[in-house]
């Protein structure tokens, strides 16, 4: 399968699960409040990067473009419109990186609308650690939580390979105004915003990679204890990772 038959089936996924919380409000909301947690259980993990000035940005980008809970369907809509395209437009690690945000955003979409269904079933539980813990466990899908780890990793891999060609901003920044006018400007932020923030990062010597092992470390880590912990010992780490986002 090319690279713009891969992305036009993960927007479809994308779209048809979207389409399916449309028609059930309940949950559209479980779902939602989900993504909300998690975004805020990546805040407290990583905490202490947030607060260094040398990736705090890097951070931040995965946070509000991978982590976040919030509308992704224009970056999707405009993904979905160029696939075709993407191939002639631009150089290889450029489709590579559209490919890969594409898969993770299928594979993140899919999990969450799972742990929506099973934050429903589980609503009477005491607390949202114990009804995330819960869900998750209900949900399993370990195979699936490690190729979404390994995606996020991938995107980090390939903003980084970007970041070493020659040429290849100066042809992001003269793209802005055309892109703009072509409604591709969510995609425009995307690739900008990731070409500049990993740019700065790889600067610094091994940056990147230690930023990219302490993400594998700490998702890994985190992994191990929902799936093979007690629900005690989930549910207390969780709510101390929780904490630590307020």
């Not at 780890?149 to 991938?154: D, E, Y």
Request: hydrophobic residues 45%; aromatic residues 6%.
């Amino acid at each position: 399968m090319d690279a713009a038959d891969t992305i036009r089936n993960c927007i479809a996924d994308v779209t048809a699960l979207r389409m399916h919380r449309t028609g059930d409000p309940a949950l559209a909301q479980a779902v939602l409040e989900v993504k909300t947690l998690q975004s805020r259980r990546f805040t407290g993990t990583y905490a202490d990067l947030m607060a260094d000035p040398s990736v705090q940005p890097a951070t931040r980008f995965f946070l509000d473009e991978l982590y976040s809970p919030g509308d992704f369907s224009d970056r999707d809509d405009q993904f979905g419109r160029i696939a075709g395209t993407l191939q002639t437009v631009f150089p290889k690690p450029v489709v590579q990186t559209a490919v890969s945000l594409a898969v993770l955003h299928a594979q993140t979409e899919e999990l969450d609308q799972a742990m929506g269904r099973a934050w429903l079933a589980l609503a009477p539980a005491p607390g949202e650690a114990a009804r995330y813990t819960g869900a998750w466990r209900a949900v399993g899908e370990r195979h699936a939580r490690h190729q979404q780890l390994a995606s996020v990793i991938a995107i980090g891999q390939d903003l980084t390979r970007l970041t070493r060609m020659p040429g290849l901003r100066t042809m992001l920044r003269m793209m802005r105004r055309p892109a703009q006018a072509a409604g591709l400007g969510a995609l425009q932020h995307f690739l900008e915003s990731g070409f500049d923030t990993f740019g700065e990062l790889a600067r610094q010597r091994g940056a990147v990679e230690r930023f990219l092992a302490t993400v594998h470390e700490r998702e890994s880590h985190l992994m191990q204890i929902m799936f093979d912990a007690s629900a005690v010992a989930c549910e207390t780490e969780l709510a101390q990772t929780l904490g630590q986002a307020r």
